[in-house]
C-alpha cells in the first residue's frame, strides 16, 4: 500500500487593488497635460512670427514724442450765432404753411426773405441752381435744398424745413462745392483741399434738433463729368 501523499495547488494571483494616491499628489498630474499645452502654444506663436531665418534685431525702436503745442494760450472766440452753420433760423416773414411740406413754399421766395433778413441782398435768379426736395428732417416730409452759386467758384448751400407751420433755416453753408450727395438722411459736402488729388467730406445728420456734424474725413477727389450739351431745336439736337 503506497503512501498518501496530498497534492498541493499552486496559490491563484489575485488582481492587487492599487493603493489611493493622495489629493497633494495627484493634482500635479492633472495639471501636468495643461501646463504641457500653456509651454508649447508661445513657442508655436513665435515660430508662426519668426522669420525663416529665425527672430531678427531690427534695432532699437523709433522713440515716441509727445506734439509740440504752440502759443497754448491762444484760441479763437466762440462762433456768433450768425455763424454757426446749423443754428435755427425762422423765417416768419413768409407766407405759414400748415402741411409742413416745403413743396408747398416757393423757394425763390424763401431764399430772397432769408437773404434779405440776413441783411444781404436777394439772390439773381440765374444764380439760384434747380431746387431739391428731400426728407432730411425725418418727419416724413420734404425739405428744401437749394444752392446759390455767388461767383464762379464760392457757393451758398442753405436747407429749410417747415417747424410748426415757420418756415426754418436749418442749415446754411458758403463753401467752394466739389460736389453735393444725400445717403440714408445724410448730407454730405465735399469740397477741394490744398492737394487735388483729394476732397474733404463733412457730412450732416439730422440729431432730432439740429443738422448736426456727424463726420469729417478725406475722399478721392473725382474728375468732373463733362458738360451735357445743350439741346437744339426739335429735330436738330446740337
Known sequence: MSAFRPVWSAPV?????????????????????????????????LAGCASPEGLKDEGRARRVNAPLELWPRYSPAPLRENENPVALKPLPALPRVPSGNMADADPLAVLDADFTASGGTPPAPGSVR??????????????????????????ELRVYTVRKTVVTRVLALRAVLAGVELAAGHLAIREPTKDPRYVSVTDYVWDGRSMGLWDLTLDLARKPKPASPAPGPAGNPR
Open 130 to 155: 434747380r431746387p431739391e426736395l428731400h426728407d432730411l428732417t425725418d418727419d416724413g416730409k420734404p425739405d428744401l435744398i437749394a444752392v446759390v452759386d455767388l461767383g464762379d467758384r464760392t457757393s
Open 13 to 45: 494571483a489575485r488582481p492587487r487593488t492599487p493603493a489611493p494616491v493622495p489629493r497633494a499628489l495627484a493634482a500635479p498630474r492633472a495639471l501636468a497635460a495643461p501646463l504641457v499645452l500653456a509651454a508649447v502654444i508661445p513657442l508655436a506663436l
